[in-house]
């Protein structure tokens, strides 16, 4: 009875924290991108400031070179206000490129481009963002858990053997 109970409850899974991972999916795979946003921030009129927005932006360029989000040297922002719309900047100082990515409207499509400070793009692809809400693990679950790692423990004492006496 006990195992057709914890069957029961491991399936379930919680969305309360409310965050949400963004995914670039170019036509040339030049580019690996994401951020996420929280839940306040997937509203209608919202403007993307959280800290995790910022601290979540990643893209990786074909040639290697991984790009984060992280101010004053660059640049993010986006919105829900009238739909989406998402304008980053991004530099690495270290080997003189920037990154700059746009994209707006229901389809979330919109285009990414690498290059150095001073020339041409070296890669650039359009595409289009898609999101998934991250699950988090409910309470259920984590009680579960604690409740067999409890029991697995008490019943391990229970059963060790004792070592006879010398």
Not at 34 to 40: C, K, M, V
Not at 71 to 85: C, V
Not at 98 to 106: C, D, F, H, R, T
Not at 129 to 139: A, G, L, R
Request: net charge negative; with cysteine.
């Amino acid at each position: 009875m006990k195992i057709l109970l914890l069957a029961l409850f491991l399936p379930l899974a919680s969305f309360a924290q409310g965050t949400f991972l963004f995914t670039w999916h170019g036509q040339s795979n030049f580019f690996q991108a994401s951020f996420e946003l929280t839940a306040a921030e997937m509203q209608p009129g919202a403007v993307f400031n959280s800290p995790l927005f910022y601290s979540s932006i990643e893209v990786t360029s074909l040639d290697g070179i991984t790009y984060r989000g992280t101010p004053p040297d660059n640049f993010a922002a986006g919105d829900y206000i009238s739909g989406f719309e998402l304008a980053l900047h991004l530099n690495d100082f270290a080997r003189g490129m920037e990154l700059s990515a746009g994209a707006s409207g229901a389809s979330m499509t919109g285009v990414m481009h690498e290059k150095p400070f001073s020339g041409g793009d070296l890669y650039f692809e359009t595409g289009y963002w898609t999101y998934s809400e991250i699950p988090e693990p409910s309470s259920a679950i984590l009680l579960t858990a604690g409740c067999i790692l409890f029991m697995t423990r008490k019943r391990g004492k229970r059963f060790q053997r004792v070592p006879p006496n010398s």
